[in-house]
């Protein structure tokens, strides 16, 4: 039981004790009548009394008179004088008693109104100022303002270095920053000053997190978390309140690890709101910026963050003497995949005929969350099978849920669809494989997905690459429009399925010719400019960074490359139109077919 709520308790319990005394004390007195002398004085004459007890005062003058009838009733009278009424009661035949004075009780009279009321103010006094009463709304105020930061005392950190696989050379940077928490003494010899902040910038789901807590298990080192939007609030002030908080709480723990998840929800550019450079969060950035290289020390206190929109961030945060140091964590390659698969598939039995190396050669573009997700949805489908260990199928049909969507074989399709999605997905594998920078083609299947798509064409990349060449993006090009020539060449007709193929191939022509300076009459001038497209504020009053007419070029530029690649690819569907036809009759036989199936088919 809690010890405030006990000491209430009592102080309750002895109120009600002392009411209940005096509701006693008060039943105690007998419940008489009165009436008037004059009364008194006709009963007498009438001879109705049978007994007078006279009560005097201590003056022996005055006093009560407690009056007993023939019939057994009593009746009390006060009265003023009672030496006035000894010559009436002479003339009575009742029997008059004549008590002593009473002696006035001194603990009723006087202690015990006084303990009452001494009971009574030491029960406010202690209600008012216990900590239960008003520390319990107050303390929520004082709340309000803490650091919402989570901390993990040294030692408690599971996760090191060697949990985190496919980023070499990115420990490697990191792995500083962990001997200088163990001996900072050799790097203060030489005159070296540690970064005082990392930021670790990737896409999404590439081991930012990771990387950071790996880091505080392996420096042993307590390690602060808390996301970038537990800064902000609806109340003006309260994010650089927290802000400071979080400082001093490092201070007192230091040498320490401050790690600031998902920052630009607090350090976007500064001046590109419509509310002007004093909302709140302006103020809690500005807060971060004094903290972190201000006039205030934060010796042995270390900060990493990460974000997936550096371009965003203001450039005071990213100075040297702030965030000195910039790593950038991108997707894994084939080694760094097969690496990360190792980690995961280290808790799941694994079939000997799984390959994770030919798991990682075929999962390009995938980062760690991605595979670590893949992992895992094949293990729920080795689990609904009731069976204990992974098959290769079972990574197979997961890679085929997360990169597509579920395939729902349930959904009624009129065979008019299924001939005219056949065909559509057969127009692009052919240019799949025909292609030479974009295939070869890992699976067709005719079957709907979770995504809306009555079917999908699966390449398999073979190799990591670092850039993409131009004649790459037209054949991306060629190939999103394979869909749409094969409906028009085979049905003379076409549908609205190739509406997001369309799409795909317009942006990547856009870009071709406004971002990457790709067409001949645009020439190697970017037109692109999409950094501040975020920015509400700066976008309402930025103005474009070329002509009407420039914007008239480059819109027949696009059209141009666009006709080029739909007539290209149209030359070859029609040249393997005996492929098209067998490819779509197996199509519509099978619903899906491998890539070993589909080479067939050429051969």
């Known amino acids: 039981m809690n010890k405030k709520n006990h000491g209430y308790r009592v102080y309750f319990a002895l109120m009600i004790g002392l009411l209940a005394i005096a509701i006693m004390l008060s039943l105690l007195q007998k419940n008489k009548t009165y009436y008037t002398k004059d009364q008194l004085f006709a009963d007498i004459d009438s001879g109705l009394i049978e007994k007078i007890i006279i009560e005097p005062n201590a003056d022996n003058k005055t006093g009560a008179l407690e009056i007993t009838f023939n019939n057994g009733s009593e009746i009390e009278l006060f009265v003023i004088d009672v030496i006035d009424m000894e010559s009436k009661l002479d003339e009575t035949d009742a029997v008059v008693y004549i008590e002593d004075i009473p002696r006035e009780n001194w603990f009723l009279s006087y202690v015990l109104p006084i303990l009452v009321i001494l009971i009574v103010g030491v029960f406010l006094f202690v209600m008012l100022t216990s900590p239960g009463a008003n520390a319990s709304q107050s303390s929520k105020m004082m ?27 990115e420990k490697d940077e990191l792995d500083e920053i962990v001997q ?20 670790l910038v990737g896409p999404p789901g590439t081991g930012k997190t990771l990387l950071a807590k790996a880091i505080a298990g392996e420096a042993d080192v307590p390690f602060f978390s808390i996301s970038g939007s537990d800064f902000v609030e609806m109340f003006v002030g309260v994010g650089a309140s927290r802000v400071r908080d979080l400082f001093q709480e490092a201070k007192k723990n230091a040498p320490c690890i401050v790690f600031i998840d998902e920052i630009d929800a607090v350090a976007r550019r500064r001046g590109t709101g419509l509310g002007g450079g004093h909302d709140e969060r302006e103020q809690t950035l500005n807060q971060m910026l004094v903290e972190m290289d201000g006039f205030g020390e934060n010796s042995g206190i270390i900060v990493l963050a990460a974000t997936n929109r550096v371009d ?14 910039k790593i950038a964590i991108g997707v894994p390659d084939i080694g760094g995949r097969e690496e990360i698969l ?28 991605d595979l670590e997700n893949l992992l895992n949805e094949a293990a729920i489908v080795a689990a609904k099978n009731d069976r204990e260990y ?11 849920k997360v990169g597509i969507g579920t395939e729902k074989k349930s959904r009624i399709i009129s065979d008019e669809e299924k001939k005219i999605t056949a065909y559509h997905e057969a127009g692009h594998a052919i240019l799949f494989h025909v292609l030479p920078n974009v295939g070869p083609v890992y699976t067709v299947s005719i079957i709907p997905t979770g995504l809306g798509a009555a079917g999908y064409t699966m390449p398999l990349p073979e190799k990591d690459e670092m850039f993409v060449t131009k004649s790459h993006m037209l054949e991306e090009i060629m190939v999103s429009l394979g869909g749409r020539i094969a409906e028009d060449l085979i049905f003379g007709d076409i549908t609205t399925g190739a509406s997001s193929d369309i799409k795909s191939a317009t942006k990547t022509a856009r870009r071709m010719v406004t971002k990457y300076g790709m067409s001949k009459n645009i020439g190697v001038i970017c037109y692109e400019d999409d ?27 696009v059209k141009a ?3 080029e690649c739909y007539q290209k690819a149209e030359n070859i569907i029609k040249e393997h139109m005996d492929v098209l036809h067998s490819c779509a009759k197996l199509l519509l036989e099978k619903e899906k077919i491998s890539r070993d199936e589909f080479e067939a088919l050429f051969e």
């Open 561 to 563: 490359i666009v006709e």
């Open 180 to 199: 200088f928490l163990k001996n900072p003494g050799k790097f203060i010899k030489v005159g070296a000053r540690i970064p005082k902040g990392v930021i």
């Open 143 to 169: 709340n309000f303002t803490k650091s919402r930061a989570k901390m993990y005392a040294a030692g408690t950190g599971k996760i090191t270095l060697k949990d985190v696989a496919g980023l070499t050379e």
């Open 390 to 400: 992974l098959v290769q199928d079972d990574i197979k049909k997961s890679f085929i």
């Open 312 to 325: 965003i961030l203001d450039p005071a945060i990213l100075r040297p003497g702030r965030f000195d140091r």
């Open 342 to 369: 190792n980690i995961h598939a280290k808790n799941k039995p694994l079939a000997e005929d799984v390959n994770l190396k030919d798991i990682a050669q075929t999962t390009a573009g995938f980062t760690g969350a």
């Open 531 to 557: 950094d501040d497209e975020v920015f509400i504020g700066r976008d309402l009053a930025h103005a474009k960074n070329h002509s009407e007419e420039v914007a008239s070029e480059i819109d027949r530029e």
